[in-house]
């Protein structure tokens, strides 16, 4: 057995371990299900949220995405996210961590009590998540194939098996603590690749300069509108905040101070190994490999072209590892959307928390295996994928959550207003293709919010009572 399998293998069997490992602990208690018991400290809760956020796309995706369209389209990109993650340490951390529930649809259906919301956000989340999901598994397989010779749909089988396996016993806890291992995995991964790199060929900036001369389309700028850049800036930005899979780390958080923190060292983290995946072993890839027909596959083909075996397993060890901390959240995000925001009342009411368990478990196998099966035939440019998956969340939910955090007058009319029109908008201009790729959510955003501030002019006031348990959430 080759090295790159062993390491491969040792990393799978760790990762099921850890769920094992978890499922004593977790399956008899929702608390401990969903948040982890609500005791993750800062730092592993900086790593995990990192993990969780740096996602295959972030690191087959985006170098994908910089090498077919170039450094300043994936850059507009990725400042979208750095910037959500300070939005989320302003905007939610303190307030969501002290409303003590689980999921965001828990905070939306107590600010607008009504069962469209109870019934549409969970809907959003599982549709977008799955998209998501998919686009996952691709960066799976394809690494997999490509390094270890396996077939694809085969490597999608495994690895989906084994993320299923973990977070359906395991929960928040085995997530966080796979996170964990996955994230120092990724950084060593990138970061070591990208220091051989300049050592082979000097600075960032000769290295930058070396492209400009060989393939200076690298640099340029891609021909997309502004739209476009500007949308896919906003996406992110705004999907920070009120991301479920985000979100629900801010919930496992021991305090509010430590969810503010542990937002901003992750984006710290995060930022450093995508701008030395971007700006070092994307430009090198480029001169070695100028014709690739798929552009996703640009990481791959450098590390196959510059490492020993030894580094080739570690480095599909990391996709899986990128691969896995965002699909297991994304799974567990999806999970929590329909056996406790949907079916929560029934579970409560009927199932002993041991049963709940035991659904839990089951919808995770659901949701997990329909992505598998959508994922055996992939889209290209994944990261452009999930990007618009994720646009449909952003447009439904950015604007009623802050709103619903920080302005008294966002009643009942302007939730449901802003949730609906912000979903109907972003379809609208997506798929009628009447707007660039990515600006939906420049459309959707601004009617979500008119959307919001119609409804609290004409709508009825929202109860003192409401108004004055929101402070409470800011004060405490």
Not at 133 to 159: D, R
Not at 214 to 237: C, K, M, R
Not at 254 to 279: Q, T
Request: glycine residues 8%; hydrophobic residues 55%.
């Amino acid at each position: 057995m080759t090295p790159e399998y062993i390491l491969v293998i040792a990393y799978l069997v760790v990762c099921i371990g850890i769920g094992v490992l978890a499922s004593r602990r977790v399956l008899a208690s929702r608390d401990e299900y969903w948040v982890a018991g609500r005791r993750i400290g800062t730092f592993v809760n900086a790593m995990a949220i990192m993990a969780t956020l740096a996602s295959g796309g972030s690191i087959i995706g985006v170098m994908g995405l910089a090498y077919g369209k170039g450094i300043p389209y994936t850059l507009a990109l990725f400042a979208g996210a750095v910037l959500g993650f300070p939005l989320a340490s302003i905007l939610v951390a303190k307030p969501l961590r002290n409303f003590g529930k689980f999921t965001i649809t828990d905070f939306l259906a107590y600010r607008f009590p009504h069962p469209l919301v109870r019934y549409l956000v969970p809907g959003i989340i599982v549709v977008s998540f799955t998209v998501y999901i998919i686009a996952q598994m691709k960066a799976a397989g394809i690494t997999a194939e490509f390094l270890l010779g396996i077939p694809y749909k085969h490597a999608v089988t495994i690895s989906t098996l084994v993320f299923i396996l973990y977070v359906s016993i395991g929960g928040m806890l085995a997530i966080t603590w796979t996170d964990v291992v996955q994230g120092i995995l990724m950084l060593f991964v990138v970061l070591g690749a990208a220091f051989v790199m300049m050592a082979r060929m000097g600075s960032p900036f000769a290295i930058m300069e070396m492209t400009a001369t060989q393939v200076p389309q690298l640099g340029q700028v891609a021909h997309q509108p502004l739209a476009s850049y500007l949308g896919s800036f906003v996406i992110w930005a705004a999907a920070i905040p009120v991301i479920p899979h985000i979100v629900m780390r801010v919930f496992t958080a021991k305090d509010a101070h430590g969810a503010r923190i542990s937002l901003n060292v992750a984006m710290i983290i995060y930022s450093i190994m995508i701008l030395a995946a971007v700006l070092t072993i994307v430009p090198v890839g480029k001169i070695h490999f100028p014709e690739l027909k798929d552009a996703d596959e640009i990481f791959l083909r450098v590390m196959q072209n510059e490492f020993p075996p030894v580094i080739r397993g570690l480095a599909v060890a990391a996709v899986l590892a990128a691969v896995m901390s965002t699909t297991d959240a994304l799974l567990l995000a999806c999970s929590s959307a329909i056996s406790h925001d949907v079916l929560g009342n029934f579970v409560e009411k009927k199932l002993s928390e041991k049963a709940g368990g035991y659904l839990n478990i089951g919808i995770a196998w659901l949701v997990g295996l329909i992505a598998m099966y959508f994922a055996y035939s992939p889209p290209k440019l994944i990261t452009m994928f999930y990007s618009a998956a994720i646009g449909l969340l952003s447009a439904a939910l950015f604007v009623p959550v802050i709103a619903g955090l920080w302005w008294k007058k966002a009643n009942l009319a302007g939730g449901i207003g802003s949730i609906l029109v912000g979903f109907v908008v972003y379809l609208f201009f997506q798929f009628s293709q009447l707007a660039p790729p990515l600006s939906a959510i420049l459309f959707a955003l601004p009617a979500s919010a008119l959307a919001m501030i119609f409804g609290g002019k004409f709508g009825k006031p929202v109860e003192s009572g409401m108004v004055d348990a929101i402070d409470k959430l800011h004060r405490a």
